[in-house]
């Protein structure tokens, strides 16, 4: 039975939890402000598209960066379907930004992604497709709620 135990513990994660991780990652790299960090998980050849409009996902970044000397990004709502070498993979993200350490802006964003697995770099992302929402705080987790409750008083 032990031996059962840590052969699951020691197996290799799952396409699944490595793509999680790895949007995770990317999350904590924008809020850490690393372009780097962020794009490290995009093939070369990635494209984004918000509503109708190309994005120049550095270009993005960059700006964002520079606007807000403080930067919020969570993703949550994961939802990953693998399919042989490939994945799409739709969640929704929120992102802030501001002067200071609580985000004078939030933003929601339904994402709609594919991924292939690379066979030199793993899991990377390959396309995007993400609108912006009405921030409808009874979608955002528990934990942002309570951080934007202590905000408001």
């Given amino acids: 039975m032990l031996l059962a135990a840590l052969a699951a513990a020691c197996s290799p994660p799952s396409d699944e939890e490595i793509i999680r991780e790895r949007l995770a990652a990317m999350a904590a790299a924008a ?5 780097l960090g962020v794009r490290r998980y995009l093939a070369p050849r990635f494209t984004a ?7 120049d ?3 993005l970044l960059l700006a964002w960066f520079h606007r807000h000397e403080v930067v919020e990004a ?3 709502n994961v939802q990953v379907e693998v399919e042989g070498d490939g994945a799409r993979v739709r969640f929704q993200a929120v992102a802030g930004g501001g002067p200071g350490l609580l985000p004078e802006r939030l ?10 697995r690379d066979p030199r770099d ?4 390959t396309a995007a497709a993400g609108w912006r929402l009405e921030l409808d705080t009874e979608a955002l987790p ?4 309570k951080l ?3 905000a408001a008083v």
């Avoid at 809020?31 to 372009?35: L, P, S």
């Avoid at 793993?122 to 992302?125: F, H, K, R, S, Y």
């Avoid at 528990?142 to 709620?145: E, V």
């Fill in 49 to 55: 598209r918000h509503g109708r409009l190309a994005v």
């Fill in 148 to 150: 934007l409750e202590r």
């Fill in 142 to 145: 528990a934990p942002l709620l």
């Fill in 107 to 116: 933003e929601l964003f339904d994402v709609d992604s594919r991924w292939r």
């Fill in 74 to 76: 969570r993703v949550f």
């Fill in 57 to 59: 996902v550095n270009r």
């Fill in 31 to 35: 809020r850490d402000k690393n372009v």
């Fill in 122 to 125: 793993g899991w990377l992302m």
